[in-house]
């Protein structure tokens, strides 16, 4: 049995605060998913050297207006962004007060990873090209997704953000440049998982990045209060840091 180093989303998972702005995007249906499809005129002009990265999202979804606009930034600097709802519209936007979650994230987590495979292979379909570059990006529920993908050799690069549902080894089958953005307070990925995630890679030579935010607690990166310069910053420079992590290994 693998060690767990990142567990299952919790209560912190399921609060935070909602931004304000105008997405930019449109939702298609991929392989059977909503997905959200951001990308700039560059990258639309692109031609065969298309950058994508897959956007997995937290349990607030694709479509949460916060994950729009992060999605959004990233396809500003040239990259096609998709971001499938492997939630079916039953992200936690939609719960009605009382919802039983856990058995919620039983029911979706099965449901998610069934509908996966098909989506990435329309992924491929419509915009792989023999110069096509993946990225994929996971935060909170769609780390392991991004783990799989950095273990199967389909993407250049990886990155998650205050990950669950992670064992130790995902990290001992990671096979490409992972980034992780980190809060220093997080209950489901605490510093002893981190530290040992580290250890792992460390032994494989792995190329890695760390950001840790001081001051700042799971969800930080899609949720942070922007009110709050700490969580502003944090929130913004983890966006930053991912997108220049995909830039380094995408062009």
Sequence with gaps: MSTTLAGAPGACCFTGVQHSGTSAGR?????????????????????????????????????????????????????IVLGPDYFFGDAVPNHQPGRDRNAWLQSVQASANEAFPKWLDAVKAIYGTENTKYCAVGYCFGAPFVMDLTADGLVVAGAIAHPAFLEESHFKKLDRPLLLSCSEEDFTFPLEARRRAEDIMVAKKSTYHFQVFSGVKHGFAVRGNPDIPQERWSKEESARGIKEWFTRFAE
């Design 27 to 79: 939702v298609e249906d991929l392989g059977g998913l909503n997905t959200y499809i951001s990308e700039s005129l560059a990258a639309a002009v692109a031609g065969t050297h298309k950058k994508v990265i897959l956007f997995l999202a937290d349990v607030y979804g694709p479509l949460f207006i916060n994950n729009q606009l992060i999605q959004d930034y990233f396809a500003s600097s040239g990259f």
